[in-house]
């Protein structure tokens, strides 16, 4: 069946650096890729996403990037503060997702 | 707006009860979707409905789940009867009209079946 992998599981960075999450989808129908954040306790919260026709969109210290033909898509968040620390989820798909199975990001003040 | 609004928070139950959790979109979308978050399966849809109307229901795990959405601004998902592996929390999402396919989450079911 249609999946999503997202890659690493965990990741942990200090406070100021940067830190990139990556996933590839495999249905070629997918034209929605959206990102969200989800800390403890609460639901999933969408941060950031884009659509097919672009290839990169950024929105203040976050950017996605997507690559159609390699099927690929990644999540960058510079400079890195405490409270980006989170599980972060990729999906992807059109009216309905398929999800990623999530990284959690630890930043280290 | 209020965001999509989901009861109870929190739901302990004994096996073989009969579970109902609720849902209110955002007011003026007309797509909602139930999903379910475990540790070992991650973020699964359940179901989907555009207009009231169940879309696209091949996510729903067994006969013991149902769903109803009786108007634009209420769902309901079903257990009939619980079973300890239904433990998990259940989301419940919703999207606007239009070509909208950014998709709002609540906050939240965490139900335990014991």
């Known amino acids: 069946g249609e999946n999503v992998e997202q890659h690493p599981s965990t990741l942990s960075v200090q406070e100021g650096d940067s830190a990139v999450i990556k996933c590839t989808y495999s249905?070629?129908?997918?034209?929605?890729f959206p990102w969200y954040k989800q800390e403890l306790g609460k639901g999933p919260q969408l941060i950031i996403d884009i659509r097919s026709n672009v290839g990169e969109k950024k929105d203040q210290r976050i950017a996605v990037t997507l690559n159609k033909t390699a099927k690929h898509f990644s999540l960058h968040i510079t400079e890195t503060q405490p409270e980006d620390s989170a599980v972060y989820f990729c999906?992807?798909?059109?009216?309905?997702?398929?999800f990623g199975t999530g990284t959690r990001l630890k930043v280290l003040a | 707006d209020a965001g999509v609004i989901q009861s109870p928070r929190h739901e302990v139950t004994e096996m073989g009860q009969e579970v109902t959790l609720r849902c209110k979109p955002i007011s003026g979308h007309n797509s909602l979707f139930w999903y379910r978050q475990t540790m070992m399966r991650g973020l699964e849809l359940l179901i989907y409905?555009?207009?009231?109307?169940?879309?696209?229901d091949s996510g729903m795990p067994e006969d013991r789940f149902s769903a109803k959405m009786p108007n634009a601004s209420f769902s309901t998902l079903k257990i009939q009867p619980s079973e300890p592996r239904d433990s998990a929390v259940y989301f419940c999402?919703?999207?606007?009209?239009?070509?909208?396919?950014?998709?709002?989450f609540g906050p939240g079911t965490r139900l335990t079946v014991t």
């Open positions: 409905f555009n207009n009231n109307v169940p879309i696209d």
């Open positions: 999906a992807a798909g059109t009216y309905k997702y398929i």
């Open positions: 999402a919703s999207s606007g009209s239009g070509g909208e396919l950014e998709q709002y």
């Open positions: 249905d070629s129908a997918s034209n929605y």
